[in-house]
């Protein structure tokens, strides 16, 4: 008798006298374990490498174009009592396959 012991069909019989709602719970709680799971782990790992990148320091300024393609440039410090630099962007290229800042070399 022990050699003809079968855990699969003992466990698919299992399932079958199961009612249909614990069928149904059968079929989506391991699924909705994973998805939790994989959430959890990504949303740490997340958190835990920040939107740094591996860079250190302060955020200093923010760039930022809207609707009608012009840069704001945002600054993150407290005012200073001097003016600080500006930086002057060029404005876009309108032509989809040329380069976006042609004095630069590749």
């Known amino acids: 008798m022990e050699g003809d012991y079968n855990f699969w069909k003992d466990f698919f019989d299992t399932y079958q006298s199961l009612s249909d709602w ?15 799971l994989v959430s959890l782990i990504m949303r740490s ?3 835990r490498n920040g939107a740094n990148h591996g860079r250190t320091g302060k955020l200093v300024y923010s ?3 809207d ?3 012009q840069f704001q440039i945002v600054t993150h ?9 500006i930086l002057l ?9 040329a ?6 070399r590749t």
């Not at 410090?77 to 630099?85: A, G, I, N």
């Not at 380069?99 to 630069?104: C, D, E, G, K, M």
Request: aromatic share 10%; proline share 17%.
């Open 22 to 36: 614990m069928k149904f719970a059968w079929l989506i709680v391991p699924p909705a374990f994973t998805l939790g």
């Open 45 to 47: 790992r997340i958190e």
């Open 63 to 65: 760039v930022y174009r």
């Open 67 to 69: 609707k009608d393609d």
């Open 77 to 85: 410090m407290q005012e200073f009592d001097v003016q600080p630099t």
């Open 89 to 97: 962007l060029d404005p876009p290229n309108r032509e989809p396959h």
């Open 99 to 104: 380069p976006q800042n042609p004095t630069r």
